[in-house]
C-alpha cells in the first residue's frame, strides 16, 4: 500500500524586491515544510531576468493577476508596496486563493476594514499576515507570563524602539520612500509596525492616543522621522512609544509595570522579570514607617519584597519568517490555528494612524471611536501636495 503523498502548498510571490528575493530563497532551499515555490509576479523586466537565474524552472508572470489564474499557486504573499496590499489580498481571496498579507495590512483603516470583512465573507480561504516576531521566544514566552495573570494587571508601559537608523542614501533610492503617496508615512508605516503589533499584542489595544511627531525633522522626506506617543489603555494603565530613524547609536527597551511585579526587555534579546512577593499596594499599605526608613538606607533587604530572574535569548536570521511561512502552510493543509490571522493587522494601523492624526491636528485620538474619514481626508491633503501620486479613497 502507498503512503499517502504530502500536502504541499504551492506559493506565488507578488513582488520580488528584497523581501519577496528571501522568501522564494526559503523556499527554493526547502526550508518551509509543506510549502514550494509556485510562481512569481513582478511588473519590474530585471526582476524578470533575475527570476530567471536564480529560480529557473518556476514560472514568472509580469502581472498578478495572471499568475492568481494561471493554476500554478494555491497561495501568495503580498511582498509590494504598503498601499497595495489590501487590494491585492481582496482580489487573491476573491479567487480562492489563501493569502499572507505582509505588515503593514494597510496604510489607512478604511482599506484594512474592507480587506477584513472581505475575508470573512471567504472564511474557507486562509487570510494571515506576517507578523513574524510574535514566533519570536522572547515575546511568546512573555505573551504566555502576561496571559497566566502571574504579574496582575498593567500599570504601564513604555517602548523606547530607535535603533532603525536610516541615512539619507536609503531614502534616496526610492521616489516612493518616506512620501505620503508611495508609502503612507516614515517610520510608523515602514520600520516600526512589528514594534506596534507586539506592544498591544502584549498589553492590550489602547483606547486613546496623543501623539509629537516631527515630519522631514533630520532627513530630507516628507514623513515622520521621529515619534513620541502617549496612549490610554483604560483602567488608568498607560504607556509611551518613541521610535525614530536618526539616531546612530539606537536603543530597544520595553518595560510593563504590572500590580506585582515588572518586565524590563533590552535588545530583544535580554529580558528581565521581577516578581513581588505580594503586590505593591499591599506592600504600600502594610510597610510601617520604621521600614520605609530602613528601606530607603538599603538596611532591607530585598529579596524579602521581590525576586529577579534574567533570561537571554539568541535569534537565527530568517527563523521567524520560516515559522510563519511553516504556520501558514499547515494551516491550509491541516487546520493548525494561525500565529496571527490577518484581520489582526487593523489594530497596528489603526495606532499608527493615530499617531499621525494626532499630530496633525493637535488632539489626543480615540481609538475604538476612530475617525478614519478624517484621517483620510488629512492623508489626501498631503498626497495632493505632493502631486507625485494619485489620493486614495
Not at 494551516?331 to 487593523?346: M, Q
Request: glycine share 10%; net charge negative; aromatic share 8%.
Amino acid at each position: 500500500m502507498s503512503e499517502k503523498p504530502e500536502k504541499t502548498v504551492r506559493l506565488g510571490i507578488i513582488g520580488l524586491g528584497a523581501q519577496g528575493g528571501m522568501y522564494a530563497g526559503l523556499l527554493a532551499d526547502g526550508k518551509v515544510a509543506g510549502m514550494t515555490l509556485g510562481a512569481i509576479a513582478d511588473t519590474d523586466p530585471a526582476k524578470k531576468d533575475a527570476a530567471a537565474e536564480k529560480h529557473p524552472d518556476v514560472h514568472f508572470y509580469d502581472d498578478y493577476l495572471a499568475m492568481l489564474d494561471s493554476g500554478d499557486v494555491d497561495a501568495v504573499v503580498t511582498t509590494v508596496p504598503h498601499f497595495d496590499h489590501a487590494g491585492m489580498t481582496i482580489t487573491a481571496i476573491g479567487k480562492g486563493i489563501h493569502t499572507l498579507t505582509e505588515k503593514p495590512a494597510g496604510v489607512y483603516t478604511k482599506q484594512v476594514e474592507e480587506m477584513n470583512a472581505f475575508a470573512a465573507e471567504h472564511p474557507e480561504t486562509t487570510f494571515a499576515i506576517m507578523f513574524n516576531q510574535r514566533t519570536n521566544p522572547v515575546y511568546t514566552d512573555l505573551k504566555a507570563l502576561i496571559a497566566s495573570g502571574e504579574l496582575g494587571k498593567l500599570r504601564h508601559t513604555s517602548w523606547i524602539i530607535t535603533n532603525w537608523w536610516r541615512p539619507q542614501a536609503y531614502y534616496d533610492q526610492s521616489a516612493w520612500r518616506a512620501t505620503w503617496g508611495g508609502e503612507g508615512g516614515g517610520v510608523l508605516v515602514n520600520q516600526a509596525p512589528h514594534q506596534l503589533d507586539l506592544w498591544q499584542w502584549l498589553c492590550g489595544t489602547p483606547k486613546r492616543v496623543f501623539a509629537k511627531l516631527a515630519f522631514g525633522f533630520q532627513r530630507d522626506i516628507a514623513t515622520e522621522d521621529e515619534v513620541n506617543a502617549v496612549v490610554d489603555f483604560g483602567d488608568g494603565a498607560t504607556g509611551s512609544f518613541i521610535t525614530s530613524t536618526n539616531d546612530i547609536i539606537g536603543t530597544d527597551r520595553l518595560e510593563m509595570l504590572f500590580d506585582k511585579g515588572k518586565i524590563v526587555v533590552d535588545g530583544s534579546k535580554k529580558v528581565t522579570i521581577t516578581r513581588l512577593k505580594q503586590d505593591e499596594r499591599s506592600l504600600s499599605d502594610t510597610m510601617s514607617t520604621e521600614d520605609v526608613g530602613r528601606l530607603f538606607r538599603g538596611k532591607i533587604d530585598t529579596s524579602e519584597l521581590y525576586e529577579t530572574e534574567v533570561k537571554e535569548y539568541e535569534s537565527a536570521w530568517g527563523q521567524q519568517h520560516i515559522a510563519v511561512l511553516t504556520n501558514f502552510a499547515a494551516h491550509i493543509n491541516d487546520g493548525t490555528p494561525l500565529i496571527a490571522d490577518g484581520a489582526e493587522g487593523i489594530n497596528g494601523v489603526r495606532l499608527a494612524s493615530g499617531m499621525q492624526l494626532s499630530a496633525w491636528t493637535g488632539r489626543e485620538i480615540d481609538l475604538v471611536d476612530y475617525p478614519a474619514e478624517e484621517y483620510l481626508t488629512e492623508l489626501n491633503q498631503r498626497i495632493e501636495a505632493e502631486g507625485t501620486f494619485p489620493t486614495r479613497s
